[in-house]
């Protein structure tokens, strides 16, 4: 009698798959366009968008109250002359950076289930950098003038001043926008060509006909796009790790203490791409249910996800620690007192609020049952933005309230003027994404098409972005 033989090496188990079972070219690209080319819109699409355009004329009534009073009704002062509006930006600033991180670095990886959520967070990157862009020009005071920030020929010979960080802030910013908006269209080109082709409605044609730019599909088209996409997607790369580090450096190369750190570029990039991800993930958990797109959006993306999320998050805790152990470690009885006062201060409750959403909370990840309940991964990353708000009002308004000279400390509290601005500012990001979810493809249909089974592809494309 034989004795048994033991597998040593036993075969892992496969990987959930990308996309659900039974889909062929045809049918992922009928259920995309669907949601696009429907006649009748669905009353969820239309609740929402009336609750974001709410929101939005929240906005404009802040903005207005602002232009005709000044910055002075969002309650800075002296010392603190950076509120809630610069909070803002920077927590907006680093939402958008999820978008090019999942888009152009994952696609240099080759990490193929980027694919279904790469074109909303690509669209989630412009609208966030819409609202980001908003505040530091309202926060001018004069938002008008906002040209004099740009270096151009003028009667008085005054130029910016390039040592200045916020001048730094104008040209990445508004250059990560710039590349993140072609890219994101870019990869539009083919998917806008199958509604066009798909539409029924002669205007519907001729707006997506021009916007399509002549696509065909044919081997030229396809060669020129794929040259120009991996181009983009390599340099938009460096800008997901510059962009933010020249945000951090609005307070690193300052003297204020909290301010004054070597750790500030990459933690502020982790944190972006913390709270990045962290926004994805509260965008997409409810669009794939009321959308009915669980099996292109499916568990293996949001566990991958939540990984990003952890491992990020892992790197923000320990960007908390290292500067808690510094500022002891260095001697410095400014640096000792700022920490101390975020822990028993004014602004102690924001603190350990944010510790307790930014450490503790993203900790429950590791446990692969909690990564594949949906709902409550949806809980976190809404507790995780919450934590990462936090975070930059602590850093912007704790640390200007306690500064060297004990005589001018004062606290500072937002009105609700900064809360309706902030909500505002959501408000044009939600109706935005509304009106993206309803014209545009919101998942890349032909990339899409390229985890069909090889055996569930037509052996001749015939899709109308892919004729020659």
């Not at 009073?69 to 950076?97: E, T």
């Not at 920030?149 to 910013?173: E, G």
């Not at 040259?227 to 190369?253: I, N």
């Not at 201060?345 to 924001?350: D, I, L, R, T, V």
Request: positive net charge.
């Amino acid at each position: 009698m034989s004795s048994p033989s033991f597998n040593q090496n036993p075969t892992p188990e496969p990987e959930a798959p990308l996309i659900g079972f039974g889909y062929n070219y045809a049918t992922v690209t009928d259920k995309i366009s669907a949601i696009v080319l429907s006649k009748r819109t669905p009353r969820t699409w239309l609740v929402g968008f009336a609750i974001a355009f709410a929101l939005l004329m929240v906005l404009m009534l802040a903005i207005g109250k602002l232009l005709f009073v000044g910055v002075g009704v969002w309650g800075i002062q002296i010392p603190v002359g950076w509120g809630w509006a610069i909070v803002n930006f920077v927590w907006w600033v680093g939402i958008a950076h999820a978008g090019t991180l999942i888009s152009a670095i994952l696609l240099l990886l080759h990490q193929e289930w980027r694919t279904s959520i790469n074109r909303f967070a690509e669209a989630m990157t412009l609208f966030a950098v819409a609202c980001a862009g908003m505040f530091p020009l309202l926060h001018l005071g004069r938002p008008w003038l906002f040209y004099w920030l740009f270096p151009y020929p003028n009667t008085m010979n005054v130029w910016p001043q390039f040592r200045s960080p916020l001048i730094w802030d104008v040209f990445a910013v508004s250059t990560y926008a710039t590349v993140s908006l072609i890219f994101w269209y870019v990869g539009l080109i083919p998917d806008l060509a199958t509604i066009r082709d798909r539409s029924k409605k002669t205007l519907s044609q001729k707006i997506y006909g021009i916007f399509a730019m002549g696509w065909r599909g044919s081997a030229k088209h396809w060669k020129r796009y794929e040259t120009a996409y991996l181009l983009l997607a390599g340099l938009a790369t460096p800008l997901v790790v510059s962009v933010h580090s020249v945000v951090s450096f609005d307070f690193a190369v300052g003297i204020v203490p909290g301010w004054h750190s070597a750790i500030f570029p990459p933690y502020f990039v982790a944190g972006a791409i913390f709270s990045g991800f962290a926004m994805v993930l509260t965008i997409s958990i409810p669009v794939r249910k009321f959308y009915g797109l669980e099996d292109f959006i499916t568990e293996r993306h949001l566990n991958n996800m939540a990984k990003v999320l952890l491992a990020t998050g892992l790197i923000v805790a320990y960007g908390y620690l290292m500067e808690t152990f510094m500022a002891f470690y260095a001697g410095g009885r400014f640096d000792k007192y700022m920490i101390m006062d975020r822990m028993t201060g004014h602004y102690m409750n924001f603190y350990w609020i944010l510790l307790t959403c930014n450490v503790v909370v993203p900790q429950f990840l590791w446990i692969p049952k909690i990564r594949n309940n949906v709902w409550v991964l949806w809980v976190i990353s809404i507790l995780v933005n919450v934590g990462m708000w936090l975070e930059r009002y602590v850093i912007v308004v704790q640390s200007l309230a306690r500064d060297f000279v004990p005589s001018s400390w004062r606290n500072y509290t937002g009105t609700h003027w900064d809360v309706a601005t902030f909500l505002g500012s959501i408000g044009l990001f939600l109706t935005l994404l509304f009106l993206f979810l309803r014209y545009v493809p919101m998942i890349s249909i032909f990339e899409l098409r390229g985890l069909v089974p090889k055996g569930d592809a037509p052996a001749a494309s015939t899709g109308a972005s892919q004729r020659g």
